[in-house]
């Protein structure tokens, strides 16, 4: 039970602002961190949630509900996720051999196709979340422990691009086989509940996250070898975003 404690704690203080007590990072303590990981989007759910039912409360614009949507999760997460996207888009945008894309994503400077992806990204976010519907809002508030879970279960299950780094770190400290197990039944408990609350907008968000995982996993064989830290944030803010469009779709049907 401590390890398991210890797992949230470090999935919380890496993922997320909110203050932890701390643990120490030995292979002990990080094996069930991303089994941990939806939890710190349950949290951004919450919030979500919580937002939603103020917005309706005090009738607040589509324009300050839509920009309180795309904020919570960026400053509840820090931006990690964020930072990911960045380094990716500039990866993938350079056309280099693999090797060279994985330098890129060490590089501390930004460039301007991270600037643009980052731009184009933001753009897209407001413009869904002003499209939504409240109840389509509330319904997205669990996609945030959905691409949690896909994005733990990848790390157990893809294979990674190189030995160091993030993602590296929690594949070989991670039971793969039961972290693969227990992401995949929280995955089923989150569909299971969203299905009994809001049918509809659950299958949206199930079929966009479908077809997310499955082009992150070709997408980081191709181009990287493997997965990265930074290709699984690009993955999270890809996901949510084809979420958002995949509801809004489905409300326009």
């Not at 997460?77 to 930072?83: A, S, V, Y």
């Not at 991270?114 to 933001?122: E, G, H, N, V, Y």
Request: aromatic fraction near 12%.
């Amino acid at each position: 039970m401590k390890k398991i404690i210890n797992s949230l704690f470090i999935a919380f203080a890496m993922y997320s602002k909110i203050p932890t007590p701390r643990a120490d990072w030995e292979k002990e303590n990080m094996r069930y961190v991303m089994c941990c990981f939806p939890l710190v989007g349950a949290v951004i759910g919450a919030f979500i949630y919580g937002w939603s039912y103020a917005a309706v409360r005090f009738g607040l614009s589509e324009g300050l509900r839509a920009a309180g949507y795309v904020l919570i999760p960026v400053f509840i997460t820090g931006g990690i996720h964020l930072d990911g996207f960045l380094d990716t888009c500039d990866a993938l945008h350079s056309y280099a051999p693999v090797e060279r894309k994985l330098e890129i994503l060490k590089d501390p400077h930004t460039g301007a196709f991270a600037i643009i992806c980052a731009c184009s990204l933001f753009a897209a976010d407001f413009g869904l979340w002003s499209q939504v519907s409240v109840h389509g809002a509330r319904a997205l508030s669990l996609g945030f422990v959905m691409s949690r879970c896909l994005s733990g279960w990848s790390v157990a299950v893809f294979p990674c691009a190189k030995n160091t780094g993030l993602a590296a770190t929690f594949h070989d400290a991670a039971h793969r086989r039961t972290v693969g197990i227990l992401c995949g039944l929280e995955l089923a408990a989150v569909l299971t509940l969203g299905c009994l609350l809001a049918p509809r907008e659950t299958i949206c968000m199930a079929l966009a996250a479908g077809i997310c995982v499955l082009w992150y996993g070709v997408m980081a064989r191709r181009q990287f070898g493997g997965i990265t830290g930074d290709l699984a944030g690009w993955f999270l803010q890809m996901c949510e975003c084809l979420m958002a469009l995949f509801v809004v779709i489905g409300e326009l049907l």
